[in-house]
């Protein structure tokens, strides 16, 4: 084999590595893609099943407010509902951010930056969860108080306090485990953040090279 020949086959080598570069590239975007599309889908799914409950138990607190199902005398005793009112508008809110964001299509061009959006969307989320899991910890706990007045007039003062401490001492129980157990952390960041760093990472590399 002369020069030229030897030439002429290591530029087609050159080219095929190439070409299985590229297309091992394409391969790995794909796989990121596909893997974040599908970890979208089941967001989207929860996000609108928590935003139907969300809407289900509004319309719970107008009918508190327009029809006193539990027949209270005082205007204190609806506080908790409103604290209630106010954090399930919350939720709507953020839930409502993050649909906007997952209705992005996802293409190997604007993958990273979809995924750094909504990591981002998810980090400014954070402090409206944060007071979202206190009002809901507080106003479940008044809720409980707002019966007391109903209980006073059927029971004596001891046995309606016990009656209610009863009651709010197994809610702040489940409220701990939950706690405990991660319920008032948003988790699903972490599966995005991987994706990120995997594709930074590859891209990286592609650079180096």
Do not use: C, H
Request: no cysteine; charged share 20%; aromatic share 14%.
């Amino acid at each position: 084999m002369n020069l030229e020949e030897l030439k002429s086959a290591w530029q087609v080598y050159d080219r095929k590595l190439q070409v299985s570069e590229a297309i091992n590239e394409k391969l790995f975007f794909s796989m990121i893609r596909d893997r974040s599309n599908s970890r979208v889908s089941r967001l989207k799914r929860d996000n609108t099943l928590l935003m139907l409950l969300m809407f289900l138990e509004f319309t719970f607190l107008v009918a508190v407010f327009a029809g006193n199902p539990f027949d209270f005398k005082f205007l204190w005793q609806y506080v908790p509902f409103l604290f209630i009112s106010i954090g399930n508008l919350m939720a709507i809110i953020v839930l409502f951010k993050v649909y906007k964001m997952l209705k992005t299509e996802i293409t190997n061009d604007n993958l990273r930056l979809f995924l750094k959006n909504l990591i981002t969307t998810f980090e400014s989320n954070k402090k409206a969860e944060g007071w979202f899991g206190a009002i809901m910890f507080l106003s479940g706990s008044l809720t409980i108080f707002s019966f007391l007045p109903n209980k006073l007039a059927t029971k004596s003062l001891s046995m309606a306090i016990v009656d209610t401490l009863i009651p709010l001492a197994i809610s702040w129980l489940i409220y701990l485990i939950a706690y405990k157990m991660g319920a008032f952390k948003n988790q699903k960041e972490r599966a995005f953040k991987k994706d990120l760093s995997e594709l930074e990472k590859l891209q990286q590399e592609l650079q180096e090279n």
